[in-house]
């Protein structure tokens, strides 16, 4: 059993050496006034918290994926709409059934990429709604986070292939 970790320990290091590194870029990910406001009166704010995790996650993901090296992210939630009602909708509409209701959720969002200098190397913005009432999600956020999760490729994807408008 000695022998087997003795064997372990310096292929795991060769393994760690060649493994590509991640890139260890700031991503900061905020709402907008409009939706902060929407989050507020109609949402609940911690769906919010919500998003905006998803959307860090899926970056960050899709950014190590891609291999693609950049020193911040700023992204911006501009819009977003549930699939279903939120916590905050059906305590204030007792009429919703969380089982039964349903719409066609989405989201747009936008983002600046920046180097190390700080200098805006490319912007980007990406909006995706469902459109058919059939295909939509069995949780809240689940169209919104379809599009989190494109966003984040696509926008890794350019980013990488340095097709982003300045």
Known sequence: ???????????????????PAAMAAEINVTVSDDFQTKL??????????????????????????AGVDTARIDVTIVDAKPSKPTFKQLGDQP????????????????AVAYDDAGEKTGEYEYSWYEHDLRMTGIT?????????NRFARNFAEDLK???LAN
């Open 140 to 148: 809240t956020w689940y169209d919104a986070n379809r599009a989190s």
């Open 161 to 163: 292939d340095g097709e």
């Open 40 to 65: 507020q009166d109609d949402y609940g704010t911690r769906e919010g918290d919500y998003l905006i995790k998803d959307v860090k996650d899926d970056l960050t993901r899709e950014l190590d994926k």
């Open 95 to 110: 009429g919703l059934d969380y089982g039964l209701s349903k719409s066609l959720g989405g989201m747009k969002l936008s």
């Open 1 to 19: 059993m000695e022998v087997l970790k003795m064997k372990l320990v310096p292929i795991t290091a060769i393994a760690l050496l060649l493994a």
